[in-house]
C-alpha cells in the first residue's frame, strides 16, 4: 500500500553525521582513560538506543561511584554542538525530498534531538527543513526514546498507520516504527551496520535511489 506519510528520522538518515559522533566519542574516551573506537566499522557495532547503553559498551560505567550519565551525555552536547556544522546532508536528499512532496507526500522530520537544538540543526543546512510539514523532537538531550512522540503525532493526525512509512538507519527506528505500528526502510551508510540493521527484518536500501525505487514499487 502506497504510504501518504514519510517519518523521516534526523541523525544519520538526512545529515551524514556518524563520523562527527564517532570523533566526539573518541575524544571523551580518550578523555577517560578508555580505549578509543579503531574505525568506523567499531562505532557502526556499538552504537545504539537508549544511548546510556551505547556508552555502557564503549567501557563507561554509571555505578553509585561514578560519573553520572548525565554529565556524560551534557558533555556529548557540548561537543556535538560544536562540531555538526562539519557533517553534511546525505548526498542527493534534498533533490529527493522534492520530488516526493511534488508527488504528494506529506513528510515529518522525528529526532531525538531536543526540540529546539533540532531546529537548530537542521537551519544551519540552508532550506532542508522547508520540505518538513513539522520537525518532531524530544523535550530534553538524554535521548532516551522518541516513540512516544512518534506515536502521539500519528494519533493525532489521524493518518492510518499502514499509510505512514518510518525511514531511519538504526534498529531504534524499526523498534518506533513497530511502537506505532507502521511499516518500516533502514538506510545503509548511518550510525548502525548494515549486519545489525538486517537483523530487523525490514527492507535493508543502501542509499537513496534504491528507496526511491521502493517506494515506486509500492
Known sequence: MKPELLIWD???????????????????????????????????????????????KMGYRFGPEDEPYEHVADEFIVLYDRL????????????????????????????ATRRDQLLEQVAAFGDVGDRFEQKLGLTDHYAFSKAALAKAFIE????????????????????????????????????????RLLKMGVPVLRDLSELESYLNSL
Open 10 to 56: 534526523w541523525n544519520g538518515t538526512i545529515l551524514d553525521d556518524a563520523g562527527v559522533c564517532r570523533q566526539i566519542a573518541d575524544i571523551m574516551l580518550g578523555e577517560r582513560g578508555i580505549p578509543t573506537l579503531p574505525d568506523m566499522d567499531a562505532y557502526r557495532a556499538v552504537f545504539g538506543f537508549p544511548i546510556k547503553s551505547y556508552y555502557e
Open 84 to 111: 555538526y556544522r562539519t557533517a553534511a546532508l546525505r548526498p542527493g536528499i534534498v533533490d529527493f525530498l522534492d520530488r516526493r512532496k511534488g508527488e504528494g507526500y506529506r513528510q515529518v522530520l522525528l529526532s
Open 156 to 195: 493525532g493526525q489521524g493518518i492510518p498507520r499502514e499509510r505512514t512509512l518510518f525511514i531511519g538507519d538504526t534498529d531504534h527506528d524499526f523498534e518506533v516504527s513497530s511502537a506505532i505500528g507502521c511499516p518500516c526502510v533502514l538506510l545503509e551508510g548511518g550510525h548502525q551496520s548494515r549486519e
